[in-house]
């Protein structure tokens, strides 16, 4: 099977409950490569454009709110079939739903605070990178 690129995001929960190491290490344990990775803070608006599939949802302002929180850390990663063992790993958007093992069941304390973003297809995935990571950034790191 091809290769294949995931967007990653350690949440501000994440960074401020000092778990950016121990995320990155299960994830590459589970045989991820590491493309590009940066520390950023996202804005209202910001996170709101990443978010923008949801700008109808209720929980849309929490979400923002909660993204432009503190510093984010978006890695971009690449494996066999990334994507789909990338949300396995995480487990399910609700921590008291996700499988026992997983880095939200682990970690996360709510639906909201749920300290990882994954994308959802490949689709998504590039242009989620796109938004974070400049094509020099990206192209850079190509195998
Ligand atoms: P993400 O896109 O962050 O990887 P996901 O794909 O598992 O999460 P989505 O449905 O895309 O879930 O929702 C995006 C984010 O919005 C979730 O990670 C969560 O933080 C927040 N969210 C989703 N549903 C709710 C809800 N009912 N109440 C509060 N927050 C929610
Ligand atoms: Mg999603």
């Known amino acids: 099977m091809a290769k294949q690129r995931t967007l990653a995001i350690l949440k501000p929960d994440c960074v401020r409950k000092g778990l950016i190491g121990e995320v990155i290490r299960r994830i590459q344990e589970a045989g991820f490569t590491i493309k590009a990775m940066k520390m950023t803070r996202l804005t209202k608006q910001t996170a709101g454009g990443f ?69 959802d297809s490949e689709e998504n995935g590039r242009i989620e990178a796109a938004y974070f990571f400049a094509e020099s950034e990206l192209v850079a790191n190509e195998s």
């Open 51 to 119: 978010y923008a599939v949801h700008r109808e949802k209720p929980f849309f302002d929490e979400l923002t709110t909660f993204m432009s929180s503190g510093p984010c850390v978006p890695v971009v990663l690449e494996k066999e079939n990334a994507i789909e063992d990338f949300r396995k790993l995480i487990g399910a958007t609700n921590p008291a739903n996700a499988e026992e093992g997983t880095i939200r069941r682990d970690f996360a304390d709510s639906m909201g605070e749920n300290i990882v973003h994954g994308s």
